[in-house]
């Protein structure tokens, strides 16, 4: 479970370079210690120009939720282009991507186990 938080100041928060996700950064909001990422809140940052189409399609074991804060994000497989405000909910093992950003994003990432 994720330890009790009231009103983090979030702008004192580092952006740490996600290891393994060049251009990806984030700052971890609340996690649990599960040591697979699955129980995580998060902004992550996209640099301008980020293409993850060499790693295909995506699918993780985890529920996620995506609300884009800033900027804009295609799907490449979808053909569309989305921006701030549009909101995603994957199940697990839900296709989804690969994504190219021109101008960058920032997104609010929440991921935990389906119960």
């Known amino acids: 479970m994720k330890r009790a938080q009231e009103f ?8 740490t370079d ?16 599960t040591g697979d990422g ?5 902004l992550a940052r996209w640099a301008a120009g980020l293409d993850t189409s060499p790693a295909g399609v995506i699918r993780h074991e985890y529920v996620e939720e995506v609300l884009l804060l800033e900027g804009e994000l295609e799907d490449l497989t979808l053909g569309t282009t989305f921006t701030a405000g549009h909101y995603a909910c994957r199940p697990p093992g839900m296709p989804h991507g690969p994504y190219r950003t021109g101008t960058g994003c920032v997104m609010l990432e929440i991921r935990y186990r389906a119960r």
């Open 18 to 33: 996600v290891a393994g996700a060049p251009g990806i950064s984030e700052r971890v909001l609340s996690s649990a210690p």
């Open 8 to 15: 983090l100041a979030v702008d004192g928060l580092p952006w």
């Open 38 to 42: 699955t129980e995580l809140t998060r």
